[in-house]
């Protein structure tokens, strides 16, 4: 799906499945100026040629906006050989990101499990089970998950 001129993309998906598909399982796209915001519940996207999910702000035209998932329950297992990851979620040019991920399993994808990252957060991969990422300042109760100088989210140990 993709939104291609100023507004904004909002949806929720549950209880679907996107698999052995030759490209991306679910693929969702929102260009120029409008929000991102997507959630999704028990869903699968396995065995794709390209990414099982994959979530961009600002894919084909920088214009800001903000790019927030909220996913639970997801399996993206042996996707690729294209693609970035079994999951992917990236937010580029001006806005924020925020991903909160539980319960996702990414096995046996040939590319990697896990793939998030934004213009000013760069490259961060969470690894599966729960995480939450932000390129907002982290609010309570948040707070205690440190971040290293690069930006990128450091487990608690």
Same mark, same amino acid.
């Given at each position: 799906?993709d939104?291609?001129?100023?507004?904004g993309?909002?949806g929720t998906?549950?209880?679907?499945?996107?698999?052995?598909?030759?490209e991306e399982?679910?693929?969702? #796209?929102?260009?120029r100026?409008?929000d991102?915001?997507?959630?999704?519940?028990?869903?699968?996207?396995s065995?794709?040629?390209?990414?099982?999910?994959?979530?961009?702000?600002?894919?084909d035209?920088?214009?800001?906006?903000?790019?927030?998932?909220?996913?639970?329950?997801?399996?993206?297992n042996g #996707?690729?050989?294209?693609?970035d990851?079994g999951?992917?979620?990236?937010?580029r040019?001006?806005?924020?990101?925020?991903?909160?991920?539980?319960?996702?399993?990414t096995?046996g #994808?040939l590319?990697?499990?896990i #793939?998030?990252?934004?213009?000013?957060?760069?490259?961060?991969t969470?690894a599966?089970g729960?995480?939450?990422?932000?390129s907002?300042?982290?609010p309570?109760?948040?707070?205690?998950?440190?971040?290293?100088?690069?930006?990128?989210?450091?487990?608690?140990?």
């Amino acid at each position: 799906m993709d939104e291609s001129d100023e507004g904004g993309l909002y949806g929720t998906l549950f209880l679907s499945t996107a698999n052995d598909n030759y490209e991306e399982g679910f693929d969702f #796209n929102e260009n120029r100026a409008g929000d991102f915001v997507v959630k999704m519940f028990l869903v699968e996207a396995s065995r794709n040629l390209e990414e099982g999910l994959d979530f961009e702000e600002d894919d084909d035209f920088q214009g800001g906006g903000d790019l927030i998932a909220t996913l639970e329950g997801i399996t993206a297992n042996g #996707n690729g050989p294209g693609g970035d990851a079994g999951l992917k979620i990236r937010e580029r040019g001006d806005g924020d990101l925020e991903a909160t991920v539980t319960g996702v399993t990414t096995t046996g #994808n040939l590319t990697g499990g896990i #793939n998030i990252r934004g213009t000013r957060r760069r490259r961060t991969t969470a690894a599966p089970g729960s995480a939450r990422i932000s390129s907002r300042p982290v609010p309570a109760p948040w707070a205690w998950w440190p971040q290293s100088s690069t930006g990128t989210a450091v487990a608690p140990s």
